[in-house]
Structure formats: C-alpha cells, structure tokens
C-alpha cells in the first residue's frame, strides 16, 4: 500500500492556518508559537526533574500566554499583540533562566542561539537586524556583569549529574529544532521555486499566445492588403473592358455578326469577372465568419454535368474539347455547393490556360475509402515560381492562353475548402505541356440518400 505523505503537510496548515486565508505574517507568529510551545513542553520536564523550580514556573507561565496567544492569532487573525507579547516575553524568560540556572554554566547559550534561529525563521528580513543586535548585546551584557559581579549568578545544579542531563537535554532540543526549522525553510523555498517556475511557465505560454495572435494578426494584415489590392487593380480592368464594349455597341452601328463577337466577349469576360467576384468574396466570407456547410453523398457524374453546363460556352470559345469519364460509383461524402465551387474553379483554370484546339479529360479514380476527380488539361503548365506562389496570396496576376485574367485565389480557396472536406487537393505539371489537378475526397455510400449533416467550421482551424 502506498504510503501518504499529505497527512504532515495538511495538519501543519492546520495549526498555523491556510495561506489563502492567513496573511504570510499571521502564518509566521502561529509557526513560532507551534514550535515554541513544543520546545518548552520538551524542556519543563527536564527542569522539573534537576529541580530548577524558578526555570519551570517560568516556562509554565510562558506556556500558558503562548497557548493564549495562538488562539487569539489562529482563531481571531489577531496576532500583532502576541508577536509583541512573543519578543518581550522570550527576553524575559531567557533573562530569568540566565540567572538562575547557573548563568553561562549551564545551557542558556544554547537557548539564546535558538531563540535567534526561530526569530530569523519566522519573521520578515527586513527586521532581522534587530534581532542580530538584540541577539550580540543581551548575551553580551549578561556574560559582563557574570564576569564583573560572580555572586550575582545562582548555581542551581546540585550534582555533575544535573547538570549533565540539562545541557544533554538543552542541546538535543535545539539540534532537533535547527533540524526542523532548516527542514521546513528548505521546503518553503523548494515550494516557492516551483511555484515561481510554474507561474514562469505560465507567463512564457501566455507570451507565446500572444506572439502567435500578433503573428496571425500580421498575417491577417497581410491578406487584408493583398486583397485590397486585387479588388483595387485586378477587378478594375476587366470592368473597364466590360464597360468599353458596352460603349461600343450603344454608340456604333455595328454589323450582326460584329455584335455577336462582342456579345460573346463581354459575356466571358463578365463571367470571368463574376468567377472572379464570387471567389473573392465567398474567401473573404470564410475568412471573417466561418463556413457552414451540409454534409451528404454527392454523386461526381452529376455534380460535374451541372458545371459543364455552364462552363461549355467558354470551351466551345477556344475550341477546347472537353471528355469525361466518370465512375456511376463515384459518390463522395462533401458539401454540394462547396464541392460545386471546387470542381468549377478546376474546370475554369483548366479550359483558361489551355490554347484553342487543346483538350480537358474529367476522370475519376476509385479507391477503398476515398475518390480522387482528375482534371488534365493540354495547357500550357506552369513555371516553378508559379508552382512556388500556388495556392496562397502571394501569386501575381497570371493569363490565360486568351488573355483570361487571373489572380490566383480561386486555388487557394479550392485548397482550403478542400481541407475543411477532409480531402486532398495536389497537381503535377509539365511546362507547355499541361497540368493535372487530383481531388481527392471520402467515399459515400452510393445507396445511402442525400441526407446533409451541418457543420461549422472556421478557415483558421487549418492554420
């Protein structure tokens, strides 16, 4: 069985008072008086024993104002009086014994050494110096008017024998009580060691804290310029674009086919504009509140003829073909709308950067628990400083193989939306050879309905 060592500690608090309820001072006077009323209980029967009468009547007196004393400091926090009564009273009964037990023959040094080894224990440092004189002159008197006045000092000791049993006595309780005081001065200090090395601690993960927010804050700084600067610069052209061609045709008499031309201009780089617009603030949403999204089985084959519908117009364009082969069994567990957003994106960049008269293959890949989405276009690849930028907002304004404008954030808000699905979003490329993104997300259960599971999810739960 183990042995419990908390029993010592918690009747030690007991006796001198818990320190969320006692100031240090209080615990400090009820410490002394503790340890003094042990020692005077060790030394009355001693003293009592050699016949030392005067000597015991006076500690059976300091006993009792010691045991009062206590009470009014343990009991009623009133310890002032008993500190003072304390000093006063100790001076007193150490005069007393120096006179009638036999002066420096006997142990009164002994108990003067004590006397100043609890004083220096148990009070504060900053009156230390007076018990240090206090100490040097009370001794020092009494030694001289020894020296100078012999007859003054009574020899109480009868036998050899008497003596030797006080100053065996007088000395073993004050070896025993410099063990015990230094014993219990260690452990305060080793306390308030660990004390102080857990309050460090504490303050160095609190300073870690705040230099992880001031470090998210710079970053969130950062982002905020970058986008200011993209809604500044990169969505102000192709507005601008979309605005001159609409001049055109209101102040021109074009032919048919020239406004079928620029009707078909404007409604790409409208679209590319409002891809570009949604993007942006659907990232800045996240960003700011969070995102909250329904989980349920989305089938791949048809969540991706929902977004050729739209993107074919764009692909026809450039005469981009576009083939897919998609697995009926391709069924992931995602958030629809989030998932839309993704594979749209994907599809966009692919027919983007691809030149006229390249090709875009849509394949799936099944494996035990997850389904990956291929998206491989015959485009013109990417640089390594483009591979080095992708998927963060430090990539510049980059053209498609039409002039198509981009900025970059349509990735990164595939990456971090593809992360919050639990999935996985990589690519591999070929400069002037094209680029292959892999999406990669869990398998549903084809025969389970569409039931969605709402979640809420904040984007800086990735970082």
Not at 114 to 123: E, M, P, R, Y
Not at 232 to 256: G, K
Not at 437 to 454: H, I, K, N, T, Y
């Amino acid at each position: 069985m183990a042995k419990n060592n908390s029993r010592i500690p918690t009747t030690w608090n007991q006796l001198v008072g818990d320190s969320s309820e006692f100031t240090r001072q209080n615990r400090a006077y009820n410490s002394i008086s503790v340890v003094t009323f042990l020692i005077l209980t060790i030394l009355l029967p001693f003293n009592l024993l050699i016949g030392l009468k005067e000597v015991s009547v006076a500690i059976g007196i300091l006993m009792v104002l010691q045991v009062f004393f206590y009470y009014l400091s343990r009991f009623h926090k009133r310890f002032k009086l008993g500190m003072v009564a304390y000093f006063t009273i100790s001076y007193l009964v150490l005069i007393i014994t120096y006179y009638y037990n036999s002066g420096s023959y006997g142990p009164i040094m002994l108990l003067f050494f004590l006397s100043f080894n609890l004083l220096i224990a148990f009070t504060p440092q900053r009156i230390h110096y007076l018990w240090a004189i206090l100490h040097l002159a009370l001794p020092v008197t009494l030694l001289t008017l020894e020296y100078l006045y012999p007859e003054l000092i009574k020899n109480t000791y009868t036998t050899r024998q008497d003596r030797y049993i006080d100053i065996i006595s007088s000395y073993s309780v004050t070896l025993l009580c410099i063990y015990l005081i230094t014993n219990y001065l260690r452990n305060n200090f080793d306390k308030e060691r660990k004390t102080a090395e857990a309050r460090a601690d504490k303050i160095a993960l609190q300073n870690e804290h705040i230099i992880h927010q001031n470090t998210n804050l710079d970053e969130l700084n950062q982002k905020k310029d970058k986008l200011f600067s993209i809604i500044s610069h990169d969505l102000q052209a192709p507005l601008h674009s979309i605005l001159s061609t609409l001049e055109l045709l209101a102040e021109f008499d074009l032919s048919e086919a020239d406004q079928k031309k620029l009707a078909e201009g404007l409604l790409i780089m409208t679209r590319n504009t409002a891809n570009m617009l949604s993007n942006l603030l659907t990232w800045s949403k996240n960003q700011i509140s969070g995102v909250n999204f329904s989980l349920s089985e989305v089938a791949i084959a048809g969540l991706v003829e929902r977004v050729l519908s739209v993107q074919t117009l764009l692909a026809r364009k450039k005469g981009c073909r576009i083939t897919t082969s998609i697995s009926p069994a391709a069924v992931v567990q995602t958030d629809l709308n989030m998932l839309e957003l993704i594979v749209r994106n994907l599809i966009n960049n692919a027919i983007k950067f691809t030149p006229e008269g390249g090709t875009i293959n849509i394949t799936t890949e099944l494996q035990e628990k997850e389904c990956i989405l291929k998206i491989k276009d015959s485009g013109i690849g990417m640089t390594l400083e483009q591979e080095a930028n992708l998927f963060t907002l430090n990539s510049r304004s980059t053209y498609g193989t039409n002039n198509e404008k981009g900025i970059g954030l349509g990735l990164m808000l595939c990456k971090e939306l593809t992360e919050l699905l639990h999935g996985q979003l990589w690519y591999e490329t070929i400069p002037n050879e094209g680029t292959t993104f892999f999406l990669a997300l869990p398998r549903g259960d084809v025969s389970q309905p569409e039931v969605p599971v709402a979640v809420n999810m904040n984007l800086s739960q990735l970082q």
